[in-house]
């Protein structure tokens, strides 16, 4: 079993839903009408639930992008799902991209070259990916793990403290 990372952040549901919140305003101001959410599974389902809430958005069509990997690595990725034709129309325009996370950017540059013209956003993004996405609300370092309320269970946290030598 791999090490866990050394830097770790956990996300509650309220702090998902107020970041998922907060990326909804940012979008509000980027584009009058989207005309559909294209969200990337299994990840952005959660995001693009609030966000079509929240701008109104009822059209909502998922890409499915699978990495085979042992959680310390990502390994090949592979399009299960494709895009309803109809929105892969002029590349993409006016179409919204949903994820909760851009990591490597591998994931994002397969769906972006799907989709040239719409508009990446997620709630979260690290530093190889971010060059890929045009909206996001929070940059977390490359070697931090997030840990999605979706992962967790109720469990005791060591001190921060304790976990260092010394």
Not at 21 to 26: F, K, N, T, V
Not at 71 to 77: A, D, H, I, K
Not at 127 to 150: A, C, H, M, N
Request: with cysteine.
């Amino acid at each position: 079993m791999p090490a866990l990372p050394e830097k770790a952040f956990p996300v509650s549901w309220d702090q998902f839903h107020r970041d998922a919140r907060a990326l909804a305003w940012r979008l509000a101001g980027v584009n009058g009408k989207w005309k559909a959410i294209v969200c990337i599974t299994r990840g952005g389902l959660v995001p693009a639930a609030i966000i079509s809430r929240e701008l109104g958005i009822r059209l909502i069509e998922t890409v499915c992008v699978a990495s085979y990997h042992d959680y310390s690595s990502q390994g090949e990725l592979k399009v299960l799902k494709d895009i309803t034709p109809e929105l892969l129309e002029d590349e993409g325009k006016d179409v919204l991209i949903v994820d909760d996370l851009t990591d490597t950017g591998k994931t994002a540059a397969i769906v972006r070259a799907m989709m040239p013209k719409a508009h990446f956003a997620t709630v979260y993004a690290k530093p190889k990916g971010r060059p890929l996405v045009d909206t996001f609300i929070t940059e977390v370092s490359q070697d931090t793990w997030i840990y999605f309320p979706w992962d967790l269970g109720f469990s005791y946290q060591k001190p921060i403290a304790e976990g260092e030598a010394g």
